[in-house]
């Protein structure tokens, strides 16, 4: 396999490709391409038909860029095209994350100066891993005779009004001391410290 370049304006989009590129996601390919170079190069078939590199394209036309860095796979039957198409994105998106792994990496290159947004992290996803609070399906149970003066308070929340709460106990919790109370637990301080500042907020506090 060899890499070649050609003109943007001489490839062509796959109709049925399935995968969507949002403006946003091709300004973060674009920033990407500038930070790193052509790392990996637009697969096309036999015809300049693009197989894999739509998002790639999509940037260095917006770019201004007139060529890009090719692989032809000219020897593909027309459904190892098709599958592939699909496979390329389906197979990446089967990953997980090691989120302890993930967190020192970030956090080094944050230190490093790195710019996290040109690798495809925005500032919601770095500050929900940095959570540092117990897991909300954790929570201690007290015993009947423990609860005086004390209340036990369960909700049911989606998986992502579950993010939304942990990342603001974890930004309450980094606010400071909870001051005079006689709660040890620090989740159950975090929210009581964001619905006082809500309620303050409204009015509404007493």
């Known amino acids: 396999m060899q890499v070649e370049h050609r003109k943007i304006s001489d490839l062509v989009p796959n109709a049925n490709n399935a995968r969507t590129h949002s403006d946003a996601q091709v300004a ?3 920033a990407s391409i500038r930070e790193f170079g052509w790392t990996n190069p637009v697969l096309v078939d036999g015809s ?3 197989l894999a590199g739509h998002g790639r394209v999509m940037a260095a036309r917006k770019m201004g860029q007139e ?3 090719v692989i032809e796979l000219a020897h593909l039957t027309e459904t190892q095209r098709r599958a592939y198409i699909l496979a390329d994105n389906k197979l990446a998106l089967n990953a997980g994350w ?3 792994l993930l ?3 970030l956090d080094a290159l944050q230190e490093l100066g790195a710019d996290l947004e040109v690798i495809g992290f925005d500032f ?3 500050e929900a891993l940095s959570i540092d609070c117990d897991p909300l399906d954790m929570m201690p149970v007290l ?3 423990d609860r005086e003066p004390f209340r036990q308070i369960s909700f049911v929340l989606h998986d992502e009004q579950a993010e939304q709460v942990e990342r603001a106990i974890s930004v309450a919790k980094k606010m400071g ?3 005079d109370t006689q709660n040890e637990n620090s989740n159950g301080n975090a929210i009581a410290r964001i619905c006082e500042i809500f309620l303050t907020s409204q009015g509404e506090y007493l």
């Open 48 to 50: 300049n038909g693009i």
């Open 177 to 179: 001391p909870f001051g």
């Open 67 to 69: 060529t890009v860095p």
């Open 124 to 126: 919601d996803e770095v």
């Open 143 to 145: 015993r009947e005779g």
């Open 103 to 105: 967190r020192l990496e």
């Open 28 to 30: 973060q390919i674009a």
């Open 98 to 100: 090691d989120d302890e």
